[in-house]
C-alpha cells in the first residue's frame, strides 16, 4: 500500500541504509532521494564511492524501494563489479589542472585557464577556471550531437530495416546507455562521447535492433549476432566504463 505524498521536509531529507548486494557478499550504501520530477520509475545509479543513489517517485515506499534493488541485484551486483575492475569511477574527483578526462577513447589531461570557452588541444582539453566542469559537460553535449549523430546515421544506412535514421535524442543518464521506445524514438546517454568508437557503435546498434525486437530475446540475440558480429566482446568492453554513470552533475549543464 502507497502512503501518502511526502512532506517537503521529508523529500529534502534522503533515507540511507545498508543493503547485501556486493559481488563479495558485503554491504552496499544505498542513500534513497525522493524527487517530485518521477512519476512512476526508480533510477537507479552508483555515487564515486561505489555506493547506490537511489531516486524515486515521491509515494515510493521503503519496501518497494528494497523490492526494486531485489529485482535489479545482478544488474547492480554486475555494475559494481565492472565499476571496480576498472580501478575507479573514471572520472575525475575534481576538475582541476592536470585531471584526467575521457573522449572518444583517448585521455586527455584538463588545463584550467582564464578563456571563455572549452577548446581541444593534441593530449589536453582547456576549459575555463571558474566553472570547469560545467563547461567541460556543455562541451562534451556539445560534441555528442556530431559523433552520436554521425555514428546513427552511418549504422542506419547499412542496417536494411531501418532506412531513414529515427527520431533520437541525446542527454546524460546515471542508469543506461541508450533506450528505444514502443514508438520508436532512441534516447542515446550523452556520456557514450567519452568512449571508444566501438563502442559508441555497439550502443546504437542495440538500439538500432529495437526497432524489431523491443526485448533482449533470441530474435534480437540473431539480430544482434548478423548486425555486429563480435557484439559481446563490445559489450564486456562498455561495462568497464560503468563508472562513467555514476559521476554527479553540475548544478547547470544546458
Known sequence: ???????????????????PGSPDGA?????????????????????????????????TTMDEVRGVLERHGRWIRN??????????????????????????????????????????GHAHLTAPAGDAKGEVW???????????????????????????????????????????SPRGRISLNTHLVKLPDALIEYVVVHELCHLQHLNHGPGFHRLMDASLPNWQARRQGLNAHAGLLSETPPTRVG
Not at 1 to 19: D, G, I, V, Y
Not at 30 to 41: A, I, T
Not at 145 to 163: C, K
Request: charge should be positive.
Open 1 to 19: 500500500m502507497r502512503t501518502p505524498n511526502k512532506t517537503h521536509q521529508e523529500l529534502a531529507r534522503p533515507r540511507r541504509f545498508r543493503w
Open 138 to 180: 556543455r562541451w562534451y553535449a556539445r560534441q555528442a550531437d556530431g559523433v552520436l549523430g554521425h555514428t546513427l546515421a552511418n549504422a542506419s544506412t547499412r542496417l536494411p530495416w531501418v532506412g531513414d535514421a529515427p527520431r533520437w535524442r541525446h542527454h546524460f543518464m546515471s542508469s543506461r546507455w541508450g533506450s528505444c
Open 79 to 120: 555494475r559494481r563489479r565492472a565499476l571496480e575492475e576498472n580501478g575507479g569511477p573514471g572520472y575525475p574527483a575534481e576538475y582541476e589542472s592536470g585531471a584526467l578526462l575521457l573522449y572518444r577513447g583517448r585521455a586527455l589531461e584538463l588545463r584550467l585557464s582564464s578563456d571563455a570557452q572549452v577548446w581541444l
Open 27 to 59: 554491504e552496499v550504501e544505498v542513500e534513497v532521494r525522493w524527487s517530485p520530477r518521477r512519476r512512476s520509475r526508480v533510477g537507479i545509479a552508483f555515487n564515486s564511492s561505489g555506493g547506490l543513489v537511489v531516486d524515486a517517485p515521491p509515494a
